[in-house]
């Protein structure tokens, strides 16, 4: 139960909700312990009639003195009038406490099950405002399926606590409380013989909800693998069909589906066959009351009469659901701590990419150095970056060049600050890396990831996302800067063109160009362009390079890519090999000196001439 000790916060800023709810839970079941009451003295009182023939008996309050005030009260005025209206009245104020007994109860969801969609509400956005301060090695170790799992299986499971379980068990200690109050009062044998099957339903509680607590908890973690196992799918739809494994793929899922449907309804039959149990045992209590009650009238034994076992029918038909209840809302609790471990493990989380204090903000030149730079990926093992060593000046354009795996993009990485290297150092204008605000870093910086994202939104708000406050003149810029307005233009929404989901509607090199316009937008004094022309031709990539040249006076552009760009003047082209430093000069330089650069450029070119 430690785990929703976390939801006490949310229990702190709800109170008056909550106390209101507690309040009327209380008030709804006082009402409703007046109705025995009333019914023992009716019954009494027709038995008594019937037995003396008489259609006008009275009785004294002292019969009824265990009863409630307000019983007693009524019973006191009903002495006065026939016995016809007393039965009349007996059920209009039955009626009437009903009535009020109803709204209040109302009153009790309204407060109770409204706080819990509250909660929920603020659950959800803690969670995932948690999921955005995580650094990238985080993603790289869960899937996107488990985070979503905890997000919306995880998080109802815990409002079901928070509401319905809460209020049940609030409802629960509220009867129980005044029914033993009212039937120990009255006969305390009726009562210990009425109550004799509890501890066979405590004992029965604790040992099922321990069970129920460990299926509930595999339930939730075969529950991520499911929904991990269906978004990879999706996503992958087009790999999945040009293999034609969709069989496999059906074969896969139903695997894990049969998983988790057999775990799924061994929780059901533990949960069918302990909520009959908890009906049977409440269904002895009435018989063995009704029979013990019985056998003391008969006996004639002092204070037993016909009205006190309707009275008890009652009291014990009151406690019947709130005691079958019991394994509900343990059932819903134990779930919810089975819920709340897994949303606590993320919430625990701290992200390892952290601001140091103080915290230097200022706004970014454009000068950049690394020195003896070292980073190894954590989740791998794999150094991509060794004693890596270079400097960028403000304004500078340069090209980096190398092979697939190289550790050309895990440079901008390092630049975003997306991870943090191990040894060595990277500066901005002289200043640490891990000194300056890692927001204003990224806010000073534009970035064209090489795997482009796009969100299922209009390719204005895709441009726009770069800029919040964008003008519909600068989007349109942005896009002729990255030769995607003419194309954008020939669509029948134009800019309002609803682009699918990663942008599948759109082909590889009018996402790419998309983002760039999103990167361009931001006019960052650092620009960093991750093989973000791969999918793009020759013609059209000379023609962004010229778009941009203006574009980049004044601003520092790192242009990483597997190509020898000769449409655009670099000031420095570096080649990396296995994450050092192979060499590093102009165009000229470089083939001069007949190193990698030499080869990767008289490679391209007799492809080139082929083409």
Same mark, same amino acid.
């Given at each position: 139960?430690?785990?929703? +000790?976390?939801?006490?916060?949310?229990?702190?800023?709800?109170?008056?909700?909550?106390?209101?709810?507690?309040?009327?839970?209380?008030?709804?079941?006082?009402?409703? #312990?007046?109705?025995?009451?009333?019914?023992?003295?009716?019954?009494?009182?027709?038995?008594? +009639?019937?037995?003396?023939?008489?259609?006008?008996?009275?009785?004294?309050?002292?019969?009824?003195?265990?009863?409630?005030?307000?019983?007693?009260?009524?019973?006191?005025?009903?002495?006065?009038?026939?016995?016809? /209206?007393?039965?009349?009245? =007996?059920?209009?104020?039955?009626?009437?406490?009903?009535?009020?007994?109803?709204?209040?109860?109302?009153?009790?969801?309204?407060?109770? !099950?409204?706080? /819990?969609?509250?909660?929920?509400?603020?659950? %959800?956005?803690?969670?995932?405002?948690?999921?955005?301060?995580?650094?990238?090695?985080?993603?790289?170790?869960?899937?996107?399926?488990?985070?979503?799992?905890?997000?919306?299986?995880?998080?109802?499971?815990?409002?079901?606590?928070?509401?319905?379980?809460?209020?049940?068990?609030?409802? $629960?200690?509220?009867?129980?409380?005044?029914?033993?109050?009212?039937? $120990?009062?009255?006969?305390?044998?009726?009562?210990?013989?009425?109550?004799?099957?509890?501890?066979?339903?405590?004992?029965?509680?604790?040992?099922?909800?321990?069970?129920?607590?460990?299926?509930?908890?595999?339930?939730?973690?075969?529950?991520?693998?499911? =929904?991990?196992?269906?978004?990879?799918?999706?996503?992958?739809?087009?790999?999945?069909?040009?293999?034609?494994?969709?069989?496999?793929?059906?074969?896969?899922?139903? #695997?894990?589906?049969?998983?988790?449907?057999?775990?799924?309804?061994?929780?059901?039959?533990?949960?069918?066959?302990?909520?009959?149990?908890?009906?049977?045992?409440?269904?002895?209590?009435?018989? #063995? =009351?009704?029979?013990?009650? +019985?056998?003391?009238?008969?006996?004639?034994?002092?204070?037993?009469?016909?009205?006190? #076992?309707?009275?008890?029918?009652?009291?014990?038909?009151?406690?019947?659901?709130?005691?079958?209840?019991?394994?509900?809302?343990?059932?819903?609790?134990?779930?919810?701590?089975?819920?709340?471990?897994?949303?606590?493990?993320?919430?625990?989380?701290?992200?390892?990419?952290?601001?140091?204090?103080?915290?230097?903000?200022?706004?970014?030149?454009?000068?950049?150095?690394?020195?003896?730079?070292?980073?190894?990926?954590?989740?791998?093992?794999?150094?991509?970056?060794?004693?890596?060593?270079?400097? !960028?000046?403000?304004?500078?354009?340069?090209?980096? $060049?190398?092979? &697939?795996?190289?550790?050309?993009?895990?440079?901008?990485?390092?630049?975003?600050?997306?991870?943090?290297?191990?040894?060595?150092?990277?500066?901005?204008?002289?200043?640490?890396?891990? %000194?300056?605000?890692?927001?204003? &870093?990224?806010?000073?910086? +534009?970035?064209?990831?090489?795997?482009?994202?796009?969100?299922?939104?209009?390719?204005?708000?895709?441009?726009?996302?770069?800029?919040?406050?964008?003008?519909?003149?600068?989007?349109?810029?942005?896009?002729?800067?990255?030769?995607?307005?003419?194309?954008?233009?020939?669509?029948?929404?134009?800019?309002?063109?609803?682009?699918?989901?990663?942008?599948?509607?759109?082909?590889?090199?009018?996402?790419?160009?998309?983002?760039?316009?999103?990167? &361009?937008?931001?006019?960052?004094?650092?620009?960093?362009?991750?093989?973000?022309? /791969?999918?793009?031709?020759?013609?059209?990539?000379?023609?962004?390079?010229?778009? $941009?040249?203006?574009?980049?006076?004044?601003?520092?552009?790192?242009? !990483?890519?597997?190509? !020898?760009?000769?449409?655009?003047?670099?000031?420095?082209?570096?080649?990396?090999?296995?994450?050092?430093?192979?060499?590093?000069?102009?165009?000229?330089?470089?083939?001069?000196?007949?190193?990698?650069?030499?080869?990767?450029?008289?490679?391209?070119?007799?492809?080139?001439?082929? =083409?």
């Amino acid at each position: 139960m430690k785990e929703l +000790s976390a939801l006490n916060k949310y229990f702190w800023k709800y109170r008056w909700r909550f106390i209101l709810g507690i309040f009327f839970v209380i008030l709804t079941n006082y009402l409703r #312990i007046l109705s025995p009451q009333l019914t023992g003295y009716v019954v009494n009182t027709v038995v008594s +009639s019937i037995d003396a023939k008489n259609l006008h008996p009275t009785f004294s309050t002292s019969h009824y003195q265990d009863y409630d005030t307000i019983v007693q009260l009524i019973i006191q005025k009903f002495n006065q009038i026939p016995f016809n /209206s007393k039965i009349f009245y =007996t059920g209009l104020i039955l009626f009437t406490i009903a009535i009020i007994s109803g709204f209040f109860m109302f009153l009790m969801r309204q407060t109770i !099950i409204v706080m /819990s969609r509250h909660i929920e509400y603020d659950q %959800k956005n803690e969670v995932y405002a948690h999921y955005q301060q995580l650094d990238m090695a985080f993603y790289k170790t869960h899937s996107t399926g488990d985070l979503m799992n905890r997000i919306s299986e995880d998080v109802s499971r815990v409002r079901m606590y928070t509401g319905p379980a809460i209020m049940y068990f609030a409802n $629960l200690a509220a009867v129980i409380g005044f029914s033993l109050y009212f039937m $120990l009062q009255s006969d305390v044998k009726l009562t210990l013989v009425a109550l004799c099957p509890l501890p066979i339903l405590a004992i029965t509680i604790f040992f099922v909800n321990n069970i129920i607590n460990k299926k509930s908890e595999r339930i939730q973690s075969q529950l991520s693998d499911l =929904t991990t196992n269906a978004q990879e799918s999706y996503a992958g739809i087009r790999v999945i069909k040009s293999f034609v494994q969709e069989k496999a793929m059906i074969g896969f899922f139903k #695997i894990n589906s049969e998983k988790y449907r057999s775990n799924a309804l061994s929780l059901a039959k533990t949960e069918a066959i302990y909520f009959p149990s908890m009906a049977l045992l409440i269904g002895f209590s009435t018989l #063995i =009351t009704i029979m013990v009650g +019985s056998l003391d009238v008969v006996h004639k034994v002092p204070g037993a009469n016909i009205g006190k #076992i309707a009275e008890f029918v009652m009291y014990i038909q009151m406690l019947t659901f709130p005691v079958s209840a019991i394994g509900w809302t343990a059932s819903i609790t134990q779930r919810a701590v089975a819920s709340q471990k897994r949303i606590n493990e993320f919430l625990l989380t701290e992200p390892s990419i952290k601001n140091a204090s103080p915290k230097i903000k200022k706004l970014l030149e454009g000068n950049i150095q690394f020195n003896q730079t070292n980073f190894t990926y954590s989740h791998t093992g794999i150094q991509a970056i060794k004693d890596l060593s270079f400097t !960028i000046s403000a304004g500078e354009k340069v090209a980096i $060049l190398g092979k &697939i795996g190289s550790g050309k993009s895990t440079i901008a990485q390092l630049l975003l600050r997306m991870h943090d290297i191990q040894n060595g150092s990277i500066t901005f204008d002289n200043t640490p890396i891990n %000194k300056i605000d890692k927001e204003l &870093i990224r806010k000073e910086i +534009s970035y064209v990831p090489q795997d482009v994202f796009l969100f299922s939104d209009t390719i204005e708000n895709n441009i726009r996302f770069g800029k919040d406050n964008a003008t519909a003149d600068e989007i349109i810029i942005a896009a002729k800067n990255a030769c995607i307005y003419e194309e954008i233009m020939n669509f029948p929404e134009g800019f309002n063109t609803m682009i699918g989901e990663r942008g599948v509607t759109l082909s590889g090199g009018q996402k790419q160009r998309i983002s760039i316009a999103r990167a &361009i937008i931001k006019d960052a004094k650092i620009l960093i362009f991750d093989d973000c022309l /791969s999918a793009i031709d020759s013609k059209t990539e000379q023609q962004i390079l010229e778009n $941009l040249t203006q574009y980049l006076v004044n601003k520092t552009a790192i242009v !990483i890519t597997h190509r !020898i760009s000769t449409h655009f003047k670099f000031d420095k082209i570096m080649v990396l090999d296995e994450g050092k430093l192979a060499e590093i000069g102009t165009h000229e330089v470089l083939l001069k000196q007949k190193g990698p650069y030499f080869d990767m450029y008289e490679r391209q070119s007799k492809e080139d001439k082929n =083409t």
